[in-house]
Structure formats: C-alpha cells, structure tokens
Nanobody, 124 residues
Framework: VQLQASGGGLVPAGGSLRLSCVAS????????MAWFRQAPGKEREYVAA????????SCADSVKGRFTISRDNTKNTVYLQMNSLKPEDTALYYC??????????????????WGQGTQVTVSS
C-alpha cells in the first residue's frame, strides 16, 4: 500500500487548507484512515481518523470544531479539511492506514502504512 499526501502550504492564521491522501496498491475501502502531524522538535501526534465506511470519525481535542476528516472510497482518497488555522497547527502532516481495525483509533502503533507527509505552515 502506498499513500501520497498533498495539499499543504503556507497560509495566514485564520485561513483554510484541505489535505488529500491518495492510496494505491491495496483495498482502500477496508482500511481505517488517519492523519497525524509532527511539529519541529515535537513528537508525532494524532489529529483525526475515520472508519472504513466513513460512518465513524474522531479527532484530537486540539482540532475539534476546526478540522474535519472525510473519505471518498470511489477515489481511494481521504481528506482533512482544516479551517480557522492557528500558528500552532504548523507541522508536517502524515496520512496513515490501519488495515486490521474496523473503527478509528488514535494509537499510532496500530497504523501499518504511512504517507510521506505534506508541510502545513500557518503564519501569525
């Protein structure tokens, strides 16, 4: 399974971005998908996750009400809509696939495949 993330960029505080992650080489519609992020000098942290059919989502408290995860199984793509961005959202954003679970989890160790990351920079 290969994951290709895109959509990052430089935006002012309060702006919006939509990240995309396209999967290939596997059965995307059966995977739980998630987004994680890693800021400079910090550990990678959970952002949001979505079940394989898209009916169940979860997100970190730090992004609740601002970020929305969704997926389109016909396009093998998971999205992260990010609104009201803050400078503290600046990080390298990774998508990840869990091929075994049915429901989304914030546990990094459950995810089997990872994309290369896309940089999001929010200016103050």
């Amino acid at each position: 399974v290969q994951l290709q993330a895109s959509g990052g960029g430089l935006v002012p505080a309060g702006g919006s971005l939509r990240l995309s992650c396209v999967a290939s080489g596997g059965t995307f519609s059966s995977y739980v998908m998630a987004w994680f992020r890693q800021a400079p000098g910090k550990e990678r942290e959970y952002v949001a996750a979505i079940s394989w059919k898209g009916g169940t989502t979860s997100c970190a408290d730090s992004v609740k009400g601002r970020f929305t995860i969704s997926r389109d199984n016909t396009k093998n793509t998971v999205y992260l809509q990010m609104n009201s961005l803050k400078p503290e959202d600046t990080a390298l954003y990774y998508c990840a696939a869990d091929v075994s679970s049915r429901y989304p989890s914030r546990l990094e160790r459950l995810y089997d495949y990872w994309g290369q990351g896309t940089q999001v920079t929010v200016s103050s």
